[in-house]
């Protein structure tokens, strides 16, 4: 292993144990700064060496190749982490990222559904489980409440420990990004269709023999037999498209990110506050949640042209 390989694979070592990042986060990290490695390599510097022009070289030629400036900031993101790492370490007397411009980048307004998409969608997996109450049906249908309900990331979704059903209450305690926890409220209806899951889950367990009870326990609320042992994120994904082309939902329009940007926009829509919002998404940096400010903007807007006296005087005017 060469000296910058090194440094790199301390820089991850500290990110996980220190920072507490999570696996997808490290593999980002590591995938980004291998290949700024190699172009320096290209051109005879280490790590300890390289300065700004190099990383102005590497960017101009990554821009070259088509990124979009999202993936080019996300690469500048990483470096400067690992070169602030490098000088608390000793290994450099300075940042030579400090100099560089972040690539200019539009924010686009994420997608989303509108409320009456989401209720087909969810009426449609409420259906199908009623009509069939198989275990596979009624996971569906909690999955996409539950995703509703709380903004979840889908991640933190398919993760949920077993435990959530021995809990009787209101809310759920959710593991986020760096290991962090929040608590996030429940609906009745994601309640209703949780206790609906459990109960079959529980009923199919009683039914196997006993001496196997033990060995199939699983850790996972939503349990699969796949290299984590849960639900895959890229399964339920494929499900939720199915549904939603059963629901008359528009396929190429949903995703669990799609549902999850709808809990953010509905709450704000209805006059929820941006910090709660930023809260409950489990976002470290309002900055985050302030992608939704195009819905407080409409939600003003109307609330000046339906509320304000001067506003009320013009409509009657016309």
Sequence with gaps: MDLSSAHLESFLEMMSVERGAAVNTLSSYQRDLEDILSFLKGRGVTVAEAGPDDFRAYFAAFAAQGFKASSQARRLSALRQFYKFLYAEGIRTDDPTGVLDAPKKGRPLPK???????????????AEAEAEPQLDRLRMAALIELLYATGMRV??????????????????IVRGKGNKERMVPLSRSAIAALQRYGARMQAEAAARPSETRDADDSPWLFPANSETGHLPRQVFARDLKGLAGRAGVRVASISPHVLRHAFASHLLANGADLRAVQELLGHSDISTTQIYTHVLEERLHDLVQNHHPLAKQAKKQD
């Design 112 to 126: 989303t559904m509108s409320v009456d998409d989401v209720t087909r969608l969810i009426g449609q997996a409420e």
């Design 155 to 172: 991640s933190e979704l398919v993760t949920l420990p077993a435990s959530v059903l021995a809990r009787d209450g209101r809310f759920l």
